[in-house]
């Protein structure tokens, strides 16, 4: 197991520069994850990592070592794939064992570390199978094997799961955290599904336009964002966020906001001030036609069982709720929302960053 540290690394493609001074440190035996949309640099970091990209200056070290000029196949480090890349001619052991053999590594020790593996990810009934006759789950457990049985000091995954389908996936993030409780390999997983990254990770690296937007444990991300991105990229549905101006009055505070007034409760903000306020769907809930509330008309109604997401007309803006159970409200009624006290997120409107008292 090994530690990880990025100091204030950079990476251009030609005049096109894509990761802007990046920094920061994994602890060892972490499951760190980079998420971010597409394009934001997270993968061409870990390609960094690996040695398959260059590094155009700053500095990248594994275990206190630096590794800048260190070929790839000298870091130690293991990496999985989004495509699998199983030789199609091997079977499932050949395929796991290959790179050890490539090191001209004992016979008897390959095999010990195969079955080790394929006991670990339950592969023991298709150790001779041809990648063409497995399922892409087994696939992608064979890929995981093949890591595994290398002992790395590092586990490197590149957006694993982009190719299984949505129950699968579901499946995989559950074995590859089990994996890594196991194991206690220092992981770098990239992903751009934040549920991948809020379920998995030790801690998160949310990335944008190359740079780093905040880092953090994930409840953490999701209840204290730093900037807007961050609010509206980590949660699902996505934060709701209103744009206006801070009104306060004998000890309330509202936000006034294309004629609608929307209590924000004990929150920072000048008297005057143009912000965005930020509630997640969770934290709107069906009021009472008295107190403080938001009218607005429901758009759309979508039962998902357990919980029920409504799409709610306020003002010029449309809002997320959830709420548990089956409200009785359909397209077209006009219903009130309140905020959950204390739940009110308000960021700057000029630069996106956070107000805090």
Known sequence: MSSVSFH??????????????I????ADGEFMVLVGPSGCGKSTLLRMLAGLEDITSGTIAIDGRVVNDVDSKDRDIAMVFQSYALYPHMSVRENMGFRLRLRRADRREIDTRVARAA????????????????????????????????????????EPLSNLDAKLRVQMRSEIKALHQRLKTTTVYVTHDQIEAMTMADRIVVMHDGRVEQIGRPLDLYDRPNNLFVAQFIGSPAMNVVSGTVRRHNGSAWLEADGVRWPMGEVPGAEGQPVVFGVRPEHLDLARTDGDHVAGDVIVVEPTGAETELLVQVGASQVTLVTSGRPRVRPGERIALAVEPGMGHVFDRESGQRLVD
């Not at 920094?23 to 994994?26: C, G, N, Y």
């Not at 992608?140 to 002992?151: E, K, W």
């Open 119 to 158: 006991q670990i990810l339950k592969l023991e009934p298709y150790l001779d199978r041809f990648p063409r006759e497995l399922s892409g789950g087994q696939r992608q457990r064979v890929a995981m094997g093949r890591a595994i049985v290398r002992d790395p000091k590092v586990f490197l995954f590149d």
């Open 23 to 26: 920094s920061f440190d994994i």
């Open 8 to 21: 204030h690394v950079e990476k251009s493609f030609g005049a096109t520069k894509v990761i802007h001074g």
